[in-house]
């Protein structure tokens, strides 16, 4: 055996590093000890966060690769450990975030055998992975490794699975770094097509009220600037889906606000009276547009997309501009004549001060009766100078959060936006706080996604990492409950939640907390959580019958907006 | 199956494990059966050729269509219906001898079917016979009439399009050209 030789687990290692990755979430196990013993070695290049279950894994690299644009590692075991990751898998296919997750797997002569924690890994992760796949030997280690960072991170990103099985962790090889850079059957950004360009400007050129749409592409492209600059140039009013947040600042004159079944009044009815509307790097999910039959059917379409299998999924186009938007909206850009839509944008005025004055003026500032959560939400993003990455659970939590909390920079919202994952929240948080740790991370979650992966405050008390968490308790699973009592006759089936003492659970992992009942020491507190060093739980027992509006209920037209005072 | 058409969906892809569960997960999706199946090397070496044949509205094909073809493995997806296509399927019967004999002259069904003797022995004869699902099954049909059908086989479509260009080949082309041009090596 060559001095040369190294293991298909120390490959691995070099592998990760070649590719630029220095954190690793996991957790060990039988499958992957080879791999783990060989970090040993390697703990100085490669940091390990020990998370407390693999899920927590997937969602920590999941908020670590949102903040940074990087992709997150995932290193776990085969069997449970490898079925633990599906649902992180899955969020970060429906969200298109680029994590790689490795797994252990049975030595290669045990496949198919229904040997001590194997499952077929591969077959499992196909429907929910931009590419799954299986190494059986340590000469593959490389050639994979590169091959799953290239698809992860490039065109439309998402989650890869390597399913490393235990003997190609432990066969020795000739180890020499690889690159993919191309893959013959795998187009991540298709050629921008000239005339789609062309005809795309001359549309808007001529558009009268055009309205813009920002979705996560946006980010992950870093087409903030180029965003800026179309609209700028030709006068657009955009508005965002969850996951396009803070690519426009919240105090961005042209930034309309929030789309879809909670968003802002204007932005959704707008939607339903543009001539022109256009789409960049978002999916029409029915989320945004309820029922698709009369959603935006005056209007002329474009849409600006990587993924050549969004067009007309759900909206049919009239022009698809295909192509990465950093050149595509910058190519049309340089096409645009300068333009003012000066009616057009003052006639949203009214709408944000219907919704001001019917929706959020109690929501955000009430004068008596129990905490508000849209109160907690704006009292800590103005604690935070509208600087902070805010990270959510699902539910009513995350839909105040995003309602409410502002931004001044790009990247600064976490959110399982498509999967709706609940118990994202805390290890997606955790990951955030690693990928960003200059920046603070406010983590807003409800009393029931926080039970769901609540054991990932022992991931915080063993890494060190602070993440500012704010629990809004209503002792309910709050958004179902919502849906109960509007359309299931208030029949609050299985939503009502006997809570433990959460600040108690907090200190067990030493972890300073503090519950707030009161209105008066919202605001202390508030403060007391930003000055700590570390992490720190505040609990704030808000409204137990909270409402979320506005709202417009599933699969019905954009325009049908309840408002909750009716 | 009222308002359906009956799609060829044409896919290449690189002889990988897992791509046909890849491709029938799709369908599986958007609740489309599959009715026939055929997969073989093309005549480019390194690459399959799967054809897929399925009733659908056009569509849901056209979603189907880009999100095989957005698949890491995949060449290249496409789809037609009938009128743009070559297409044959190949069928086998098996019949017991000495009851086809009966019949007096079998040239009168080989040739009325264009159909082949593939082996004849004392106990059975089989016949292949290539042509459209109905001219299969008409052949099926008056077998099993009048002699008896043992065992019968047919194969998924297999099929050309009519169009001058081959898709395929044009398509690598032009990703060898991107290659050349980003200066990068093919792995």
Redesign the interface.
């Known amino acids: 055996m060559s001095e040369k030789q190294i293991t298909g687990s120390e490959a691995l290692m070099r592998s990760l590093i070649s590719e630029g990755v220095d954190t690793i979430f996991g957790y060990p196990g039988g499958a992957i000890m080879p791999v783990f013993d060989a970090l040993y070695d390697y703990k100085k290049q490669l940091r390990h966060v020990l998370v407390r279950h693999e899920q927590g894994a997937t969602h920590a690299a999941q908020g670590y690769a949102r903040v940074s644009g990087r992709t997150g590692v995932v290193l776990i075991t085969s069997g449970p450990g490898a079925t633990n990751t599906i649902t992180g898998v899955a969020d970060a296919m429906i969200d298109s975030t680029p994590i790689v997750v490795i797994a252990g797997q049975v030595t290669s002569s045990l496949l198919g055998t229904d040997a001590f924690q194997e499952i077929d890994l591969?077959?499992i992760t196909?429907?929910v992975t931009?590419?799954?796949y299986?190494i059986r030997s340590a000469e593959d280690v490389a050639?994979a490794v590169a091959r799953a960072f290239h698809?992860a991170s490039t065109g439309r990103p998402g989650p890869v699975v390597l399913d490393f099985a235990k003997d190609a962790q432990i066969n020795r090889i000739e180890y020499r770094p690889q690159k993919?850079?191309?893959?013959?059957?795998?187009?991540p950004v298709p050629e921008p097509d000239e005339s789609a360009i062309a005809e795309a400007a001359r549309i808007i050129n001529g558009a009268k009220k055009p309205l813009a749409l920002v979705g996560q592409g946006v980010i992950i492209g870093n087409v903030e600037k180029e965003l800026l600059a179309f609209l700028n140039k030709a006068d657009i009013p955009a508005g965002s889906t969850i996951l396009g947040l803070s690519a426009l600042p919240s105090d961005e004159p042209l930034n309309v606000g929030m789309l879809g079944m909670h968003g802002n009044i204007a932005p959704n009815l707008k939607t339903n009276e543009c001539d022109v509307l256009i789409a960049i790097g978002m999916r029409f999910d029915d989320r945004v547009t309820g029922d698709l039959k009369t959603y935006a059917r005056q209007a002329r379409i474009i849409h600006f997309d990587i993924?050549?299998?969004e067009?007309?999924?759900n909206v049919k186009t009239t022009v698809a501009v295909l192509g990465d938007a950093k050149e595509t909206l910058a190519a049309v850009t340089r096409l645009l004549k300068e333009n003012r839509h000066t009616e057009w944008r003052d006639s949203f005025k009214p709408l944000y001060d219907t919704e001001m004055e019917r929706v959020v003026k109690s929501e955000l500032y009430p004068v008596e009766g129990p905490v508000k959560m849209g109160e907690l939400v704006n009292r800590v993003t103005e604690a935070t100078g509208n600087d902070a990455i805010m990270v959510t659970d699902v539910g009513q939590n995350q839909m105040m959060a995003v309602r409410y909390f502002k931004y001044n920079r790009t990247r600064s919202v976490v959110t399982s936006g498509g999967l709706g994952t609940m118990g994202f929240g805390l290890p997606a948080a955790i990951g955030a706080k690693i990928g960003a740790p200059d920046r603070t991370v406010c983590l807003f979650v409800g009393d029931g996604g926080l039970q769901m992966t609540v054991q990932e405050l022992g991931t915080i008390m063993q890494s060190g990492v602070e993440v500012k968490i704010i629990l809004m308790n209503n002792s309910y699973l709050g958004m179902v409950r919502q849906w109960q009592e509007l359309f299931h006759g208030k029949r609050y089936s299985e939503t009502p939640m006997l809570n433990p003492d959460f600040v108690k659970i907090a200190e067990a992992y030493r972890i300073p907390g503090r519950k707030v009942t009161e209105r008066a020491d919202l605001d202390a507190a508030i403060a007391e959580m930003l000055d700590v060093k570390g992490s720190y739980l505040l609990e704030v027992v808000v409204e137990k019958k909270g409402m979320v509006y506005p709202m417009t209920p599933a699969g019905t037209c954009v325009t049908n907006i309840m408002l909750g005072d009716e | 199956m009222e308002n359906k058409t009956l799609y060829t969906i044409t896919v290449f892809s690189e002889n990988t494990v897992g791509l046909l569960n890849q491709i029938t997960i799709i369908f599986t999706r958007r609740r489309l059966n599959i009715e026939t199946l055929s997969v073989s090397p093309s005549a480019i070496e390194g690459i399959h050729k799967f054809t897929i044949t399925a009733f659908s509205d056009p569509d849901t094909v056209e979603k189907v269509v880009k999100q095989i073809d957005k698949r890491v493995g995949i060449i290249k997806a496409y789809c037609n219906v009938n009128e743009g296509l070559v297409h044959q399927e190949i069928a086998m019967y098996k019949v017991a001898t000495d009851r086809l004999l009966q019949l007096g002259s079998i040239e009168d069904i080989v040739s009325r079917y264009n159909a082949h003797v593939v082996e004849m022995t004392g106990d059975f004869t089989v016949f292949s016979k290539t042509g459209h699902y109905a001219d299969t099954q008409a052949m099926f049909k008056e077998l099993s009439e009048r002699v008896g059908v043992l065992q019968f086989v047919r194969s998924g479509r297999v099929a050309i399009t009519r169009e001058k260009v081959e898709r395929l080949s044009d398509m690598l082309a032009v990703m060898e050209e991107k290659v050349k041009r980003d200066q990068l090596p093919d792995q």
Request: glycine share 4%; net charge positive.
């Open positions: 591969v077959g196909q429907p931009k590419w799954a299986q050639w698809i993919v850079t191309h893959i013959r059957s795998y187009i993924d050549p299998s067009i007309n999924k």
